[in-house]
């Protein structure tokens, strides 16, 4: 059924100038038996040229993506555009109004439903759309991400390796545009696997960038400064905003996750003390933090070590810590053994 969605738009791609609509999630409820969800979006084109996709609110308590391309959206205008760039700054509507990860509708974690299903529950459906609609039309996508409540990450870019040479290539300038801090090349074995949008895009072989840009469910203004700029400076690289004012951007550090001894969890429930911060470079045997036992204060709290030594990419935000929660996700540089 890769033809068929039920997702639909007045806007019209292919014509000029800028248009603000939205997509129309079919969802039908006690209240609302023909209703729809309204996901904004907006279309900004000036004759031929390349298609940028750009996304945020795939997870809704992240933010710093939603206000970069909102404001991105208000200041760019028809003229400035070379070719086309389409922009949902809330992509998982309903988490966004929720201010949760997953939607309120169907549980669903949309950065785990790819490919999607046009006939499935409302968050495989908006995946199915953007794979199969969206993610077609453009020349890149980027994806703009951060912690959400349980999570907080040093500002950085993620891109995968395992494509041609000459993708990887156009991955590596892509992110060099960007210019994030840090810039995470994986093989796409962790986190969400086969499942991410970024994942769909390496099939169709265009090239996607995603971005951690702060977490905790805060806005972080270097965050949202580096999205709105590493846009631009990505925009420019394209020819698509020729006039655009950038600077040439940080560089990038080049790292990658070693293996699975980079993610540090917490195997009992209690309270997560950490003792490692954001950006500390930590060495095999160090210890992490410790968990403390809730209901038995006398015990003595359990220590959790890295097995692994690295830079802390991200640490989890929240105290109360169960079975399974990671609790530190870790880099190394590119060619570091
Ligand atoms: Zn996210």
């Known amino acids: 059924m890769a033809g068929y969605t039920q997702v639909w738009t007045p806007l019209d791609f292919e014509a000029d100038g800028k248009q603000c609509d939205w997509l129309r999630l079919p969802f039908s409820t006690d209240l609302s038996g023909y209703g729809v969800v309204p996901i904004p979006v907006i279309c900004i084109r000036n004759g031929d040229g390349p298609t940028a996709l750009l996304i945020a609110g795939s997870h809704g308590d992240e933010y710093e993506g939603q206000v970069a391309l909102a404001r991105l959206s208000r200041e760019i205008e028809a003229a400035d555009v070379r070719g086309r760039i389409i922009i949902l700054p809330s992509l998982n509507l309903p988490a966004v109004e929720a201010g949760r990860r997953v939607s309120p509708l169907d549980d669903g974690n949309l950065n785990r439903s790819f490919p999607g299903?046009?006939?499935?529950?409302?968050?495989?459906?908006?995946?199915?759309?953007?794979?199969?609609?969206?993610?077609?039309?453009?020349?890149?996508?980027?994806?703009?991400?951060?912690?959400?409540?349980?999570?907080?990450?040093?500002?950085?870019?993620?891109?995968?390796?395992?494509?041609?040479?000459?993708?990887?290539?156009?991955?590596?300038?892509?992110?060099?545009?960007?210019?994030?801090?840090?810039?995470?090349?994986?093989?796409?074995?962790?986190?969400?696997?086969?499942t991410t949008l970024s994942a769909v895009a390496q099939e169709l072989g265009v090239p996607a960038l995603t971005a951690e840009l702060g977490g905790c469910a805060t806005l972080s203004r270097t965050g949202t400064a580096l999205a709105e700029q590493g846009l631009r400076r990505v925009l420019k690289l394209y020819g698509m905003l020729p006039e655009a004012n950038t600077d040439t951007g940080?560089?990038?550090?080049?790292?990658?996750?070693?293996?699975?001894?980079?993610?540090?969890?917490?195997?009992?429930?209690?309270?997560?003390?950490?003792?490692?911060?954001?950006?500390?470079?930590?060495?095999?045997?160090?210890?992490?933090?410790?968990?403390?036992?809730?209901?038995?204060?006398?015990?003595?709290?359990?220590?959790?070590?890295?097995?692994?030594g690295g830079m802390v990419a991200c640490r989890r935000a929240l105290a109360l810590t169960a079975p399974g929660d990671c609790l530190y996700k870790l880099l190394v540089d590119l060619d570091a053994d």
């Open 117 to 194: 299903n046009p006939i499935g529950a409302p968050t495989t459906m908006i995946a199915h759309y953007v794979g199969t609609v969206l993610l077609p039309m453009a020349d890149f996508v980027i994806d703009l991400h951060a912690g959400g409540r349980s999570t907080n990450y040093v500002p950085c870019a993620l891109i995968r390796s395992g494509g041609s040479a000459e993708e990887k290539n156009k991955l590596i300038e892509l992110a060099t545009a960007f210019g994030a801090p840090v810039t995470s090349i994986s093989d796409g074995s962790g986190g969400g696997g086969a």
């Open 250 to 308: 940080p560089s990038t550090r080049l790292m990658r996750v070693r293996g699975r001894g980079a993610f540090v969890y917490a195997m009992r429930k209690g309270m997560f003390e950490p003792a490692a911060d954001l950006g500390d470079v930590v060495q095999p045997g160090q210890v992490a933090g410790v968990i403390h036992v809730v209901d038995r204060p006398w015990d003595a709290p359990e220590p959790i070590v890295f097995s692994e």
